[in-house]
């Protein structure tokens, strides 16, 4: 079973869009947490805007960034 583009595109959107919200409740910017992580601000921002098909360990290193469960991220709608 192969997954659609289109889902695959919705559900980089909604992690992004919620590794924004969880950042933004921690009071932190993308720059803060670019540097924790030790990415550019742009790789922030393209995560965040749904536009890049993160890895486990990215997913890994945010979530102990921003000091919350990796399943916290995934804590949104369908």
């Given amino acids: 079973m192969s997954i659609n583009n289109e889902i695959l595109l ?3 959107k909604k992690l992004g869009h919620r590794i924004k ?3 933004e409740s921690k009071e ?3 720059l803060d947490v670019a540097s924790i992580c030790d990415y550019d601000k742009t790789t922030i921002s393209r995560i ?3 536009r890049t098909n ?3 360990k990215t997913l890994l290193t945010l979530a102990m960034a ?3 469960d990796v399943s916290q991220l995934f804590d949104f709608k369908d």
Avoid: D, H, P
Wanted: net charge negative; proline share 0%.
């Fill in 66 to 68: 921003m000091e919350v």
């Fill in 21 to 23: 919200e969880v950042r």
């Fill in 28 to 30: 932190l910017s993308q």
């Fill in 54 to 56: 993160i890895t486990l």
């Fill in 48 to 50: 965040e805007n749904g």
């Fill in 10 to 12: 919705a559900y980089q």
